[in-house]
């Protein structure tokens, strides 16, 4: 008699998977009777062609992209841009680093300092629930509330994005932690070391590149997010891409986009080099 192969948490993940595809589509056509073809109408064609020869400057009297005035304006948006996104990934850097020690599961339950103290998973539960409310509210949310009390700019546009991505990265960062070789932890913690000297001596050096990617990944991730602070009015890129979509100056959405391709392309550029000098 052949045995029965048991079901493994793969083989269930990839069914799931399916299952999920299968039931979404189901739902599109057959519940909300939705159509694809309805999608390539001739009305919606003639929309698309219309939009698209206007991002290129076909018919249109003023092409942004060859005006030099308009170059110099995008660029003095593109450094506002960039400084917004430098000041919110070093405000959510700088409290991420101050809370993600005690916001690791290790650290909690005292495998990695040899300390086990009632008070320590009350701190790790307060810390990762705030992580959770921080990330859970989209930037947007943060940037209408906060520009609701301040008045627009670069700075309640920068924390904004910093409240979001300060529990997205403080989440990565201590699983970082929680992943790492704890015996040289251990050794510092024996011999007396205390949690700065952890800090500096034990941790960072192990896990520094790693947060270093995160840092970096979540920077570029917040120069695309401008554009979307920017539509309430936290300056940038985003605030001149809303007023252009407002007014049709389509060669202006062109110019747009390009200034956030370099812009993303230079953090691309700043990563690269960054790693390479960790290492």
């Known amino acids: 008699m052949k045995k029965k192969?048991?079901?493994?948490?793969?083989?269930?993940?990839?069914?799931?998977?399916?299952?999920?595809?299968?039931?979404?589509?189901?739902?599109?056509?057959?519940?909300?009777?939705?159509?694809?073809?309805?999608?390539?109408?001739?009305?919606?064609?003639?929309?698309?062609?219309?939009?698209?020869?206007?991002?290129?400057g076909i018919g249109e009297d003023d092409i942004a992209f060859l005006n030099r005035e308009s170059w110099s304006d995008a660029a003095k948006l593109t450094i506002e841009t960039l400084k917004m996104s430098i000041m919110a990934i070093g405000f959510s850097t700088i409290v991420m680093f101050l809370t993600v020690i005690p916001a690791a599961r290790n650290m909690a339950d005292g495998t990695l300092t040899l300390s086990r103290k009632w008070y320590h998973w009350f701190i790790f539960g307060m810390i990762r629930v705030t992580y959770l409310f921080s990330r859970s509210v989209p930037e947007l949310v943060w940037a209408m509330i906060i520009i609701f009390i301040?008045?627009?700019?670069?700075?309640?546009?920068?924390?904004?994005?910093?409240?979001?991505?300060?529990?997205?990265?403080?989440?990565?960062c201590a699983e970082v932690i929680e992943d790492m070789d704890?015996?040289?932890?251990?050794?510092?913690?024996?011999?007396?070391?205390?949690?700065?000297?952890?800090?500096?001596?034990?941790?960072?050096?192990?896990?520094?590149?790693?947060?270093?990617?995160?840092?970096?990944?979540?920077?570029?991730?917040?120069?695309?997010?401008?554009?979307?602070?920017?539509?309430?009015?936290?300056?940038?890129l985003g605030q001149q891409f809303k007023l252009s979509m407002s007014f049709f100056h389509y060669t202006e959405i062109t110019l747009m986009l390009i200034c956030y391709i370099i812009l993303v392309v230079f953090a691309d550029f700043i990563s690269d080099k960054s790693r390479f000098f960790v290492k």
């Open 5 to 56: 192969r048991k079901m493994t948490f793969l083989s269930f993940s990839i069914y799931l998977f399916f299952l999920l595809i299968a039931a979404s589509w189901y739902f599109i056509i057959g519940v909300e009777k939705a159509s694809l073809v309805d999608l390539f109408s001739g009305e919606n064609v003639q929309y698309a062609s219309k939009f698209f020869k206007g991002l290129i």
């Open 150 to 172: 301040f008045k627009p700019g670069i700075l309640p546009g920068a924390i904004a994005l910093a409240l979001h991505n300060f529990g997205i990265l403080g989440k990565l």
């Open 182 to 236: 704890s015996r040289p932890i251990r050794n510092l913690a024996s011999a007396g070391a205390g949690r700065a000297q952890i800090l500096m001596y034990g941790v960072l050096p192990s896990v520094l590149p790693q947060f270093l990617t995160y840092i970096l990944y979540r920077w570029e991730v917040i120069m695309r997010t401008t554009i979307v602070v920017g539509f309430v009015g936290a300056g940038g």
